[in-house]
């Protein structure tokens, strides 16, 4: 009887000692899969990260979004980076940062390690050029005693022979003008299509009087092709009386055009 | 003193000047980069004539209006509006006239002439005045013909008028070979530009095909299997009857499927058989001096000459599908290039040497593009849904004769480059492989 209690004993120690050492290997094992086992929350983090920056997508959405190669494509800023670092470093992500609450990327825009990697964005710098540009000719105008000018110099205005680089502004009764001149001389300007392939381009001074009857023409940059620079004049002449100029004085107009075939 | 007297009115030139140049200067030119879709407005007087040359002047007068319209560059002013008189007054006689009632009717040119029949002579004077630029005298020529020249003089004055505008004469009084079976068989037809006058340039019931102009325009080669029922090159002398066999030191070395003459007449590039393949040659006339220019197992066809004659420009399938290259007259320096597309064939290189024209085929027909020589430039020219093919340049480079099927018969049609309006010229038969004579002496 006792070496029967003796053995169940025995078998009670023996069955506790295996539960143990199971329940022991389960919860090592478990320890170790939270240790070093797969986090699927840790790539879920990139597209939570970007998440973050599109104001308008509903913050749930951020949780359920299946884990997919669309975040690597939206070029993520990686998290916490660290501006230590001298090279930029593709985003190793830690286990603190799987709280998305944490993430706060928008405050530091400027950390990012590729920022450090290439020059400053372009349209920064020109805007600050423009900037100290439009205050420089705000200060010019202002010292001449011209009125504000909010409309910009048109296209017309590249090809005037302003000196020093800087455009010379155009009254606005002038810019009318010639916009209403060209369309005379456009219509009237005949030209065979061969020449309209070619790389031809006439000056011609045009003298107006005050109507805007031509008084004279005179081909300063003839284009080397008579024929060409014939039909510049010939257009001039039946353009004739252009609109009645805002100065009777001496005129330019360049030829070029622009086709292809 | 006297150098006091002379520096002062040199000194205020010199300010006067300066100051017109400041003030140009101190504007903003006005750049005019779009001319207007306009054709040139000209007004025709009617000749001036006797009563008995009343008829020839009607004639000259009517395929004068048919060379301008030919041209896409002119619209005539009608008569009806006319402030001036519509009959043209004797050239000999002084100008005496108000220049202001043909700008007024927005004229830009007038054409004034007169017409006398002595005998069996025609004498045409004409002059076309400058109207925009203040009548000024721009071109003006005498012809001297045979009654039955009426209708080429009329054409030549229209193309001396295109020439006076643009710089380059017109090619109204030019002509086109072209194949035809409206005869029962593949005869050669030459026509006018316009697809007027037509008459047969070969009679044999045999198959003649590639008929290519000699640069002078007094001959025609092409290929006819009148000979032993093989393909050769026989030459057609204009004025004779008979067409001579050419390349006789070539008999026996294969047949000869195509040639045509470089712009010399001297030398002819020939599409050849060798061992079955199709290869390029060239040669002179009588066959001497052969020497072959591609080497290889695929099929070399379709040579073209630059205007220079110094490159070929040909169709080969080396690459496996048929594109178009480019080689040096020797046959060195062979460049691919056509890229787009897997069949392009049918060069055609531009008097003016801009441009190669070729077709293309796209969905089972084919469309005519233009490469440039060095391959950087490929535009479309010619695209519709049935097939537009064998593309020849007219020899002001303005204009292209090429074989439709957009009528269903296949038939020879001209676009012009820059208005790309198309024009049928044949209306029998089916008609192929145009090809655009050079100027006529």
Known sequence: ?261 | MKAGRAGCPTLLLAMLLSAVGSSAADKPAILIDQPSDKAFRIALQRFASDPSAERAAGEIHQSLVAGLDFSGLFQRVPEAAFLGPVQSPSLDAAPGFNCARWSQIGSDALLQGEVHVEAQEVRVKFRVLDVARGCRFLVGKRYRGKPDDLRRMGKAMADDIVGAFTGQRGVADTEIAFVSDRSGSREIFVMDADGENLRAATHNHSINAFPDWAPDGEAIVYTSYRYRNRPWLFLLTRGTRSPGRILRRLDGKGPIYRGVLDPSGHRIALVRSVSGQAEIFTARRDGSHSKRLTRNWSIDVSPTWSPDGRRIAFVSDRTGSPQVYVMHADGSAVRRLTFDGSYNTGPAWSPDGRWIAYETRVNAQFDLWLVDPEGRTNVPLVTHRRSDEQPSWAPDSRMLAFSSSRRGSKDIYVIGLGDRKVRRLTHEGDNTAPTWGPYRR
Do not use: C
Request: aromatic fraction near 6%.
């Open chain 1, 1 to 261: 009887m006792q070496s029967y209690l003796a053995s169940v004993e025995q078998d009670r120690r023996r069955q506790f000692r295996r539960i143990l050492a199971l329940s022991a290997l389960a919860h090592g094992l478990l320890v170790l899969f939270y240790a070093v086992g797969p986090r699927p929350h840790r790539q879920l983090l990139l597209p939570a990260v970007v998440q973050v920056d599109l104001v308008a997508a509903p913050a749930t959405r951020a949780h359920r979004r299946p884990v997919t190669p669309k975040p690597v494509r939206v070029k993520p800023v990686p998290p916490k980076p660290k501006p230590a670092l001298p090279k930029p470093v593709p985003p190793k992500p830690k286990p603190a940062l799987v709280k998305p609450a944490k993430v706060v990327l928008p405050e530091k825009p400027t950390a990012v390690p590729k920022a450090t990697a290439k020059p400053a964005p372009e349209p920064a710098h020109a805007a600050d050029e423009s900037e100290s540009y439009e205050e420089m000719l705000a200060k010019l105008r202002k010292e001449e005693g011209e009125p504000a000018h909010e409309a910009a110099p048109n296209a017309e205005a590249k090809t005037s022979a302003a000196p020093a680089g800087i455009p010379t502004p155009i009254p606005a009764q002038t810019r009318v003008w010639m916009a209403r001149a060209k369309m005379y001389v456009t219509r009237a300007w005949i030209l065979q299509p061969g020449f309209r392939t070619l790389p031809l381009e006439a000056e011609v001074q045009v003298r107006l009087g005050p109507s805007g009857k031509v008084l004279g023409i005179e081909v300063t940059r003839g284009s080397g092709n008579p024929w060409f620079d014939e039909s510049v004049e010939r257009a001039i002449r039946k353009a004739s009386p252009l609109p009645a100029p805002p100065e009777a004085d001496v005129w330019t107009f360049v030829f070029r055009p622009g086709d292809l075939l």
